[in-house]
């Protein structure tokens, strides 16, 4: 597990680069849903991910003046809110992140311990012994991308991970039937008839889980981020839209990984617990 300093590292950097990427555009308002998505995904990451390695360290009353920044970036992605709003918001948890940052610094108690990305037993999962061996060895690919500095690889092992999981989570249900009836479930263009989960892609994986209670709503919201991105092993596309993936991109990613992982893991017969 991160400590908290690489957690407020891990969000001035994303704070950083969102405020940048607003700043730069031209039109008035925020309505593309890339933009709107990517906007999701940084708050997200704070409330989902970084604030939990900070809980132990800090008040809850130093945590609720970050959180407050992230909140209104959160709600202005459902009204389609000026640009300016987004890079003010964007300036306030950047600020508020740095004070934090000295509260922890200026604490006098330790701040470091042991990462820990051990592979967490599939069994609810799977039974197959061939197939647990094959995800943790997923696991640990991406966790080795990550060391190796090999970012855009490490997240489309982890988008191809993650799709592994929905599918295992699908194998697992005796009666299908609810798989099919979603509103999100991806039909035949010409037939009108859902597709035969043999050709189901990560998108319907997503959507069809959330809907049935397998992941909860920031799950899919972040869920389809990720799914995105994958989608950069196509090097044509990369660099039509002038992406290159850096470590913090990675490190957020895969802790989106391990936290949807974590929900498919605790679903028993098709539904949330």
């Not at 704070?15 to 008035?28: D, F, L, M, Q």
């Not at 005796?174 to 009836?181: H, P, Y």
């Not at 043999?198 to 319907?204: A, D, G, H, I």
């Amino acid at each position: 597990m991160k400590t908290p300093l690489e957690a407020l590292d891990e969000a001035l950097s994303e704070v950083g680069k969102a405020r940048k990427r607003v700043a730069n555009a031209t039109s008035k308002q925020v309505t593309s849903a890339d933009e709107i998505d990517y906007l999701k995904a940084v708050s997200y990451a704070w409330f989902h991910s970084h604030r939990d390695v900070l809980t132990k360290r800090v008040t809850e009353d130093s945590l609720h003046d970050v959180d407050a920044p992230y909140r209104r970036i959160l709600d202005s992605t459902a009204i389609n809110a000026a640009r300016k709003t987004y890079v003010r918001a964007l300036w306030d948890a950047k600020s508020a992140l740095v004070s934090l940052r000295g509260e922890i610094l200026t604490s006098g108690e330790p701040s470091h311990s042991q990462a820990s990305d051990s592979v967490p037993d599939f069994s609810p999962l799977v039974g197959d012994a061939e197939m647990k061996s094959i995800l943790a060895d997923r696991w640990g690919e991406c966790h080795r991308c990550l060391e190796a500095r090999a970012y855009l690889a490490a997240t489309v092992m982890m988008g191809g991970l993650l799709e592994a999981l929905f599918v295992a989570r699908a194998n697992q249900l005796s009666d299908k039937s609810a798989l099919f009836k979603a509103k999100a479930t991806p039909q035949d263009p010409k037939t009108k008839k859902p597709l035969p989960l043999s050709e189901w892609t990560l998108r319907p994986y997503i959507d069809v889980g959330f809907e049935i209670g397998w992941i909860t709503r920031p799950g899919k919201d972040v869920a389809a981020v990720l799914r995105d991105y994958r989608n950069y092993v196509h090097p044509e596309k990369q660099r039509s839209h002038g992406v290159r993936l850096q470590e913090q991109d990675a490190l957020m990613f895969w802790d989106i990984t391990r936290n949807l992982a974590a929900q498919l893991l605790r679903v028993r017969n098709g539904k949330g617990t």
